[in-house]
């Protein structure tokens, strides 16, 4: 259950570019309009920055993983009081150290800044600094301060700013050196020290009011800056998104001092393991030799995580046979972690050991019962038993997690077309497709799907909206193509 990448193409750093200093252009000929970044408008920004990181990298799509960062994410959320935003977080399957967060409430964090972690503070400590930018408003300040106002606008110059979406040569390097003001609005729209010094301040309070240690996020930010010559020079850095990193950790260290941050809340601690969601990004995501050889090394040393990540790295291989006794090794070391009976489960379930699987993942539901890769895993396993209800029921209560999951779409519609409800099952494929990027079938079944539901009008809006970005890149294929 893994994101395919997506190809870069030539065409669309020059369409980025291009975006982007035409609408600068735009702004800065348009009348006057009231220097403010709507909420409505920044929900906008953040939906076309997603497109546009969704365009040009791969997003990690392991429910596990996934689920983990949510929830770490959410303790914090809750340190906020009342907020506006509706946080949600994404994994970047890139090796880089990295982080960033968009208007609206979208936060990233790439793999390789998870991978190099020591723990759930420092995890913990990244998160809280990039929701104390979005509380802060930082991007919106900056951008109402320079009159960039325009939501295509502010999205292109961010999207250059934290993915490197910009033209490289010819048309893109041209369209940017128009009169240097897209160069001009990027350097607008990027931290200030000031703003750097404001996030680390009300993280800092979010991180020791959720129960972490202070100290947290000095240790990971000291790991970034060690770190920095790990980085591509192709893809922006922390270091260039999060300017003046060695002196925030000086500033940071004295901070840290004060007896305000020398406490944590009291009965907090860490909400799941931390080692064995590393072991699973790594063996899901890493490059395959690098992890077993990670993974050999942690198991002479009697680590759990890497018995376990070592099973994982296989059912990726599709070594199922030889992933069973790692896997089985790991539950004998660590019997309460749903992360490690989800996965046996999944091993049993390859085998065609049904009764096996749907014994380890009923057990991991009664010590997770959120965990959405259990309910998924179990729904394939009674599917395969016949027992459809009860499978749809599964299916159902993780639907909301059907962005992370491509195949719980897919595995829905199938089922729901065996119960003979096909306006749903069109309806789940259609999503199914068009996150696949199959727009003509995605399409087909939206359209199919429109025909069938008159009850929801919540899925219906979802439909148009589905059929509207389909035929929009059906036309982009076609412009792209020369058949326009």
């Not at 997506?6 to 800065?28: K, P």
């Not at 990690?60 to 983990?68: I, M, N, P, R, T």
């Not at 699973?280 to 018995?307: Q, W």
């Amino acid at each position: 259950m893994r994101l395919l990448g997506f190809r870069r193409t030539g065409f669309w750093s020059a369409f980025v570019a291009c975006l982007t200093a035409f609408f600068v252009t735009a702004q800065l000929l348009a009348p006057g309009r009231s220097i403010a970044v709507t909420m409505s408008e920044e929900e906008a920004i953040k939906r076309e920055i997603l497109n546009l990181i969704r365009m040009r990298m791969s997003l990690v799509e392991d429910g596990e993983v996934l689920a983990y960062v949510q929830a770490i994410g959410n303790r914090i959320v809750k340190q906020l009081g009342t907020t506006p935003y509706h946080y949600q977080f994404f994994i970047i399957n890139q090796s880089v150290p990295n982080a960033f967060a968009v208007p609206g409430g979208y936060i990233f964090i790439y793999r390789g800044l998870i991978e190099m972690m020591a723990n759930e503070g420092e995890l913990a400590g990244i998160l809280s600094h990039e929701l104390a930018h979005i509380q802060a408003r930082h991007y919106q300040r900056r951008a109402e301060e320079s009159k960039v106002l325009n939501v295509a606008t502010i999205a292109g110059v961010l999207a250059a700013i934290l993915i490197g979406a910009k033209g490289g040569g010819g048309a893109g390097t041209q369209a940017l050196a128009m009169g240097t003001m897209a160069g001009a609005q990027t350097l607008e729209l990027q931290y200030s020290r000031e703003n750097e010094e404001e996030a680390d301040q009300l993280g800092l309070r979010y991180l020791c009011a959720a129960g972490y240690p202070a100290n947290n996020m000095v240790s990971v930010m000291q790991r970034m800056n060690q770190a920095q010559w790990m980085v591509n020079s192709n893809i922006p850095s922390y270091l260039s998104t999060h300017p003046a990193l060695t002196e925030r950790i000086q500033y940071l260290q004295d901070l840290i001092q004060r007896p305000e941050y020398r406490m944590n809340s009291a009965g907090s601690g860490n909400l799941g393991d931390f080692s064995i969601m590393q072991a699973s990004l790594v063996a899901e995501y890493g490059d395959p030799r690098t992890a077993e050889d990670r993974f050999l090394a942690g198991m002479r040393k009697g680590d759990v995580a890497a018995t376990y990540g070592l099973g994982r790295l296989y059912l990726r291989q599709g070594k199922a046979v030889e992933a069973l006794p790692y896997l089985q090794e790991a539950v004998r070391q660590d019997s309460g972690s749903p992360f490690v009976l989800s996965t046996l489960g999944e091993a049993y379930l390859k085998l065609g050991k049904l009764s096996e699987a749907q014994r380890v993942l009923r057990t991991a539901l009664l010590l997770d019962p959120s965990s959405p890769v259990a309910h998924y895993r179990l729904a394939l396993v009674l599917k395969e038993l016949g027992q459809k209800d009860e499978a749809l029921q599964h299916f159902e209560s993780i639907e909301k997690w059907a962005p992370a999951f491509p195949d719980l779409d897919n595995n829905m519609g199938i089922l729901l077309g065996q119960m003979n409800q096909m306006g749903l099952a069109h309806f789940h494929l259609g999503r199914y497709y068009l996150h696949m990027h199959n727009w003509d079938v995605a399409v087909f079944h939206f359209k199919k799907a429109k025909t069938l539901i008159s009850d929801s009008p919540h899925k219906l809006q979802e439909i148009d909206r589905g059929i509207k970005e389909a035929e929009k890149r059906i036309k982009e294929r076609g412009w792209r193509g020369g058949k326009k």
